[in-house]
């Protein structure tokens, strides 16, 4: 709370004038900084209807630093004019026998509080040639309150027991309660925005009756990353500069033998109607520990689990989860992100039934205008990219990918052939950045992260 001899001085200004006072006026009568006054109005004001306060700007224009310097030097015409020796130059050199510093003169009227003379041409134009600012000043307009007096009584924010045994209390003003206020909001933790969104699309699933997969193993082989899905070990995306290779431990051991010898044959010779890539498969490739670069790595796990019962029952599997690429990293790629993968298998799945289920799913999004294009992916086929039209940026953007898994790719597991499995997957970054209005991801994850972002970050509603 300000002085009360400041409040009082402030007070006997008021008491002085007819209609109101100006704070800034206040603050020139009593000769003291004006955001001083302010703060003595704030405290006025918490002690009840003593003043009135109405807040409202002016704008005027001062002379900027470089600007007080013309005024004190002359103009920079001005000074070269003046260093023109004594002995002069021909007048071929300099036509000019006087000028007119027209920009001190200019200033020199702001500086006056003449400011209003200038033309607005005149002003925009110092204003270019940063000589002049124009500031705008909040200011309060200050009157008589209804219970208005020039002596400062404190007001009481406490009922004591003794005000109560005393019976003091009734001679005591006490400061109006607010039973709005807010309380002091307790230390808590803060759900990052990315886990507020997972949160989300996690419980979309769930209404749409799908099962969690444990995606719990960041470490995967390369045949149940890459191989298990039909995907050639020559694969650019088998490359160094696309995958993170383990050096300890370098390589697995364990694996379905009956199982990796199928996959071994599809990919060398073929099988299944299929006529198989025609290379020399080997096993040292298959064995490579890596960073799994998506989670279809766990969805080939959980559907070769499928297999191996006895009757095949329909299943609907989701995952959110990690996923690691030997990205170059930018605004909107890092070497982790997360995936959001859905698998259903069930007997005679179509591409028809695929854009069913993307349409409910991404309907729950709020997404309900999509776009399908067709794509490659080594295992599926048909595949599709997924795309939605964005309201903001008034064009169809991409928003996942699609298909229905290959022949080549489930037979070998041991799946009915009557069987067939549906997926799609996206990124759990992207929506999370349209939704926040971020636009580097290196500010949603990463040492850049500012944590009061992650304190103020509200619920996601991802249909709002």
Known sequence: MADSGLLESVLRLVEKVDGGVDSQDVAGG????????????????????????????????????????????????????????????????????????????????????????????????????????EVTVKSYWITKGSNFSTTITKQETELTPEMIASGSWREKKFKPYNFEAMGVAPDSGHLHPLMKVRTQFRQIFLEMGFTEMPTNNFIESSFWNFDSLFQPQQHPARDQHDTFFLSDPALAHEFPPDYLERVKKVHSEGGFGSQGYKYDWKIEEAQKNILRTHTTAVSARMLYKLAQQEKFTPVKYFSIDRVFRNETLDATHLAEFHQIEGVVADYGLTLGDLMGVLHQFFTKLGITKLRFKPAY????????????????????????????????????????EEVSVIAWGLSLERPTMIKYGINNIRELVGHKVNLQMVYDSPVCRLDS
């Open 377 to 416: 992916n080594p295992y599926t086929e048909p595949s599709m990219e997924v795309f939605s039209y964005h309201e903001g940026l008034k064009k169809w953007v991409e928003v996942g990918n699609s298909g229905v898994f290959r022949p080549e790719m489930l037979l070998p597991m041991g799946l009915p």
């Open 30 to 133: 009593l000769s003291v900084d004006h955001q001083v006054v302010v703060g003595a109005v704030k405290s006025l004001q918490a002690l009840g209807e003593v003043i009135e306060a109405t807040q409202r700007s002016s704008k005027h224009w001062e002379v900027t630093g470089e600007g007080n310097e013309i005024l004190e030097q002359g103009s920079h015409e001005a000074r070269v004019f003046k260093a023109i020796p004594e002995e002069g130059l021909p007048q071929s050199e300099l036509m000019v026998d006087s000028i007119e510093d027209a920009v001190r003169e200019k200033l020199q009227q702001v500086k006056k509080g003449q400011s209003s003379q200038l033309e607005e041409k005149e002003k925009n134009e110092l204003k270019k040639r940063k000589l002049l600012t």
